[in-house]
């Protein structure tokens, strides 16, 4: 969500977009077999829709978003009053393409203090090993007396990635083990980057390392460029709007926080762009999903090296051979 310049109560507008099970009349909620995939069609509508220029913003909520108390995933459209109709019907239109059962409430608000109920959700997040420690903070909270000297300040926007989910934060924990554990990688690849933050806790926690940032939406990369430019990064980053099969060049560590639909089908590109002895963290991975992403990386060459789970999500570290 993208905060306005004006401090007038002029109206504004938001559309809370929420799953529903089969049946609302009964309350039926969505098959336990059925959410992870619900969840990932709600996600892939939420890009989408950020790209409407009636969107002002996005904002995703789930049981993992701080202070939330919805049990099933839910996006909340910040748009205007002369918007709203439009984002109704294009998201009505989505939503029959993509098999999503959703419930829509659309409303005008003309208060001021709606507009910055969101950032309730949003916390400093610290990331620690031994002697390694990662900030990252919203701007609208100052650093404390005490806060780590290595910090990220990323808001939320239209692209994926503030630290609050399970799977961005695994990725977090494991690089900071590894700049704890003495990591000095030469290339860095954040691969499906989205907001940037993975590549930009490299480029803070890997000083000599070179990082490349890409994906294969716009949008991302033009959220990532932003972030760098905020964190004063920008000189740190090569931004790609690219695909891992767009890219010849090697790295030393790749980072992949994306969903088995896509990281198995390109286990092998991947590990073809991997240097020697070079380490591979994957994530937007849920548990029960695993093996299948497991033996597609294991059929390229690369073996394990660590496992973190939080909640029903996980991260795997795959190294190849040296």
Request: glycine share 8%; proline share 5%; hydrophobic share 45%.
């Amino acid at each position: 969500m993208r905060e306005t310049a004006e401090t007038t109560a002029e109206p504004w507008a938001t559309l809370l977009v929420q799953l529903r099970g089969r049946s609302d009349d009964d309350g039926e909620g969505i098959d336990p077999g059925e959410l992870a995939e619900a969840s990932e069609r709600l996600e892939a509508l939420a890009t989408l829709i950020a790209e409407d220029p009636r969107a002002a913003g996005v904002e995703t909520r789930d049981t993992s978003t701080l202070g939330s108390r919805c049990e099933l995933p839910e996006l909340t459209i910040y748009t205007t009053p002369d918007g709203l109709e439009g984002l109704v019907a294009e998201v009505e239109r989505l939503a029959a393409e993509l098999l999503l059962p959703l419930r829509l409430t659309p409303a005008v608000r003309t208060d001021d203090d709606w507009r910055d109920t969101w950032k309730q959700f949003y916390a400093p997040l610290v990331f620690s090993a031994a002697t390694t420690t990662l900030l990252v903070r919203p701007s609208w909270i100052d650093r404390r007396p005490g806060d780590p000297e290595i910090e990220l300040v990323l808001d939320p926007g239209r692209a994926f990635g503030t630290g609050q989910h399970e799977t961005t934060r695994l990725c977090l924990e494991v690089l900071v083990a590894l700049a704890e554990a003495g990591a000095r990688p030469d290339r860095v690849l954040d691969l499906g980057c989205g907001s940037g933050i993975l590549a930009l806790a490299a480029a803070r926690l890997f000083p000599q390392a070179a990082v490349v940032a890409a994906d294969n939406d716009p949008e991302a990369a033009d959220t990532t460029a932003e972030n760098a430019a905020a964190n004063a990064l920008e000189g740190r980053l090569e931004i790609r709007a690219a695909t891992v099969l767009e890219l010849s060049d090697s790295f030393d560590l790749i980072l992949a926080n994306i969903r088995p639909g896509v990281l198995i089908p390109i286990a092998g590109d991947l590990a073809r762009r991997l240097a020697s002895g070079g380490a591979v963290i994957l994530s937007g991975v849920l548990g029960e999903e695993a093996d299948a992403v497991l033996a597609a990386y294991a059929a390229a060459g690369l073996t394990l090296v660590d496992r973190r789970d939080l909640a029903e999500w996980c991260a795997l570290v795959l190294r190849a051979a040296a």
